[in-house]
Nanobody, 119 residues
Framework: QVQLVESGGGLVQAGGSLRLSCAAS????????MGWYRQPPGKQRELVAS???????NYADSEKGRFTISRDSAKNTVYLQMNSLKAEDTAVYYC?????????????WGQGTQVTVSS
């Protein structure tokens, strides 16, 4: 079983920055990718950014240039640096891990961290 612990959310003014962290612990054979999703109030969960074990990144179009995803493989931790935050970035941000456990692909989610951007 894998546990994902997110941190770094909070309240920030528009134009400000936040850095989210997600640390994975537990038993897994290998990590294929880690990423961040968000769910704005009343909307569906959507991809923000992801990064593979090879370091290949993928961003939603609305975040390109403002958000940066990075990882520390030694710590099984992924980060999301969010700059120039807008009110529409307000959401619960979830960490996702895709990996291999006992020869099966497994997906794990964190509990979510609230990001609120005031305009």
């Amino acid at each position: 079983q894998v546990q994902l612990v997110e941190s770094g959310g909070g309240l920030v003014q528009a134009g400000g920055s936040l850095r989210l962290s997600c640390a994975a612990s537990g038993s897994i054979d290998s990590i294929l990718s880690m990423g961040w999703y968000r769910q704005p109030p009343g909307k569906q969960r959507e991809l923000v950014a992801s990064i593979t074990s090879a370091g290949v990144t993928n961003y939603a179009d609305s975040e390109k240039g403002r958000f940066t995803i990075s990882r520390d493989s030694a710590k099984n931790t992924v980060y999301l640096q969010m700059n120039s935050l807008k009110a529409e970035d307000t959401a619960v941000y979830y960490c996702k891990l895709v990996g291999i456990s006992s020869s099966n692909i497994a997906t794990y989610w964190g509990q979510g961290t609230q990001v609120t951007v005031s305009s």
